[in-house]
């Protein structure tokens, strides 16, 4: 197909955040590859060898449609797979250490202290049963000895610093008296009790209003650079990772389509899936009357094409990309798998 691709830029015009991250690696996921066993028994690879590095103070934005294997990624790093998922090759290396070889128990240490992630839904994840209080101070509790009432300084504090007014009534309420923004906001203050290194942040705004949203990204800016604390922010709205991510990963499929500083993504996206993903958030310096749309829908994990996973969805498709797996081209720190970018051919 002959199709050429619109020329896409950073979509709010803004200029990307500089890299504030040190180089210093956190974080390093080499080949990581989750298994799923489906209702038919069938094994199959929802993460299929996804690398990314991460160092302390940055924030990696994961990127791209439900059901690509964003939040397997994220689950796999923290040790919190679904009982029918495993991983089944790779390394995660944090701090040195690959988290694939530890036992549950040591899992459990470093999560929640060294390790933390907000779900994307606080409802889900607060137990509606139990005030705020005593759920934030078993959070704090699971990773050291404090009496009840420092337990509850600390939980007062830290609601203080996340912007929840009167923080102490706060605390003896339950989870269905606060409003949505407040249940995140909590959600945060308990991921951030034991300053971890790493904070994974799975769609934390997606359930809220475009306000509340901007009000709780600028609080995860702030208090991660207080703590010089890395973040990985999962999302499928690339309008979000603009302002916040140093670093993209897009990932279509369990795959990786793209990986690189957010500066050269946004100035240069290589992969055809990367530039209708820009190509579909509106843009005010832009005068349009449509959106790039990408046609089809993403394959189920039982039914993946050979070749490159996008092809059946890419207007620049040929017959050698229904054939191979896309090569990696590498541009400095700048990766993409597409065989039509390799040949110079994707814009």
């Known amino acids: 197909m002959s199709e050429t691709l619109p020329e896409v830029r950073n979509p709010t015009g803004d200029t990307p ?30 993460v299929d060898g996804v690398s990314f590095t991460l160092n302390r103070g940055e924030t990696l934005g994961v990127v791209g449609e439900s059901g690509c294997g964003k939040t397997l990624t994220a689950s796999a790093i923290i040790g919190l797979l ?65 009496s009840a009432k420092e337990a509850r300084e600390l939980s007062a504090e830290m609601l203080r610093k996340v912007g929840i007014p009167l923080p102490e009534t706060r605390l003896r309420e339950y989870p269905y008296q606060l409003s949505g923004g407040q249940r995140q906001r909590v959600m945060i203050a308990m991921s951030l009790l034991s300053k971890p290194s790493l904070l994974i942040a799975d ?25 010089n604390a890395a973040c990985i922010l999962i999302t499928h709205d690339m309008g979000v990772v603009t302002e916040n991510a140093d670093k993209i990963l897009v990932m279509y499929a369990g795959r990786v389509a793209e990986y690189g500083p957010a500066e050269e993504i946004f100035s240069r996206p290589m992969h055809p899936y990367t530039q209708r993903l820009l190509g579909s958030i509106p843009r005010l310096d832009v005068d349009s009357d449509y959106l790039t749309t990408i046609e089809g829908a993403a394959p189920s994990l039982d039914r993946m094409p050979t070749g490159c996973r996008f092809y059946p969805r890419c207007p620049l498709h040929s017959g050698v990309c229904h054939e191979q797996e896309p090569p990696a081209l590498r541009i400095g720190e700048h990766v993409v798998f597409c065989r039509r970018a390799a040949d110079g051919e994707s814009s």
């Open 82 to 146: 679904p009982h029918t998922g495993r991983v089944a090759g790779g390394e995660i290396l944090f701090e040195g250490e690959d988290l694939t070889k530890k036992s549950p128990r040591q899992m459990r240490e470093i999560r929640g202290r060294e390790i933390s992630m907000i779900f994307q839904d606080p409802m889900s994840s607060l137990n509606p049963v139990y005030r705020i209080e005593t759920q934030m101070r078993e959070a704090l509790r699971a990773h050291g000895k404090v």
């Open 17 to 46: 955040p500089e890299v504030r991250g040190t180089s210093e690696t956190l974080l390093e996921v080499r080949n990581l590859t989750v298994k799923l066993k489906l209702d038919n028994s069938q094994d199959v690879a929802a």
């Open 203 to 227: 769609e934390p705004t997606s359930s809220l209003d475009v306000t509340i949203q901007a009000q709780i990204l600028e609080l995860l800016r702030t208090l991660q650079r207080e703590m």
